[in-house]
Structure formats: C-alpha cells, structure tokens
C-alpha cells in the first residue's frame, strides 16, 4: 500500500499526518510527502533562497526518521496559484506515485496556499483517474481520500477517523526536530506544544494515548448497509 500526503508547505504534511505515515511504514508500507512548495518565505531571520535549501534537506531528514519519501514542487511560498498547470502537476505526480490512499488540506483554512493546494490536489487526483486526460503516463485511481487536521485549517473542520499513534509517537516527534520551525527557531507559534496537545486530546475523546484526526469528502460520508453494523457499539450519549 502507497500513502501520499499533500501539503502546502515543506512541514504541513508532516505536522498534520506524520504519526499515520510512521504507522504505515512501520507496517512495512510506502508513504511519501509532496510538498507543493518548499515554504521558504516564512523565516524572517534568513534570506528566503537560503531558507529553501535548509527546508529542502529537513524535510529529507525529516522523511527519512519516518521511513518516507519526498517529492517538492518549486511554486512559491505564498504565491501557490489554482490554475490548470497546478492541478496536472498534481496529477502526474499521482500518476507516478500511485498511492492507494491521499491525505490533504481540509478547505476550511484561513492561509491561502493551504485552500488553494487542496482544490489543486482535488483536482489532480479527479483528473489522475480519468484515461481521457491523456498525459505522459496512464490513469490512476486513488482509493480513499482523507483530510487533515491542522491548527490553520480549522473552518467547519470535523473529524470521522481518529488514528492510533501512540507506539509511534516519539518517532514521529523525534522526525519533527529536523525542521527548525518546529524546534521553536522560526515562529513564535509553539508547534511541538500545540500538537502535543492535540494529539493527547483526540487520543484521549477515543480511548487513545495519542491519535491524529481526518475528515471525510461529504459524499463518502454516504454509505449503505443491508442492516446497522453490530460490531461495536454506537452510542448517543
């Protein structure tokens, strides 16, 4: 099984899904990062041509602690556009990887890369699977399609899945000191302590030590069943 995790930025994806993707290799999985652009204007200490290339071999580091790959996309930071070129990037990309499942940004931020890299990620895995967009390499269908929780996407963000991370939670910690913005050396938002946070809350709403959330697209909210599943509980109060 391949799992691909779209992200703005350079650290998004990591922040957001890095425990499911250490789950999943440790598993004896495939996962890879894309990262539409490398984030490289948000370090006001550095020149934003220096901070790229710092980025670019975190997120290497980074993967590597977690057992994944890497692709990055050369848009820029805080320029990503949604036009027709985004989007068949997107879909090569997806045509090459091949992911069974994609992880991506909830619509409902208030950082304009994040809602424009989930319409182009949206569009590139629809038009991954259609034959009759015909490019370089044939169609691929994904087969499932989650979103993320992340403290910049929280607009009418619910979660459906809450994913177990707790036995590799200290990898996944430890991966996110590769990146200097998450060793606190770059914004004063306190990401390791927000997402400590939030892992143990949404842990604990399951049973869990620690878990990481994702959302549904509405449609796959529809399912039938010939009865209600027995399986385990569902409890009203």
Known sequence: MHLVVIGAHIGD?????????CKYTRAGHRATFLHLTPGEKGNPK???????????????????KMGAE????????????????????????????????????????????????????????FWAALPGIVRELPAHCVNALYYAENWEDPYGYKPDFWIDISEVYEQWREALREHALFRGEVASFNY??????????????????????F??????????????????PVLAF
Not at 194 to 212: F, I, S
């Open 13 to 21: 994806a990591e922040v957001t899904a890095g425990g499911v993707v």
């Open 70 to 125: 890497v692709m990055v996309f050369d848009y820029a930071d805080g320029e990503l556009p949604i036009n027709n070129e985004a989007k068949l990037k997107v879909c090569d990309a997806v045509r090459q990887l091949k992911p069974d499942i994609v992880i991506t940004h909830w619509h409902g931020s208030f950082h304009r890369d994040h809602r424009n890299c989930h319409i182009n990620a949206m569009e590139g895995v």
């Open 192 to 213: 390791l302590q927000y997402y400590d946070g939030l892992t143990a809350m949404r842990g604990a709403e399951v049973g869990y030590k620690r878990a990481q959330t």
């Open 215 to 232: 959302a549904l697209p509405p449609i796959s909210r529809k399912r039938g069943l010939p009865f209600f599943p027995t399986d385990e």
């Open 46 to 64: 550095m020149n934003h041509l220096e901070y790229k290339q710092q980025r670019l071999v975190e997120t290497r580091r980074s993967a590597e």
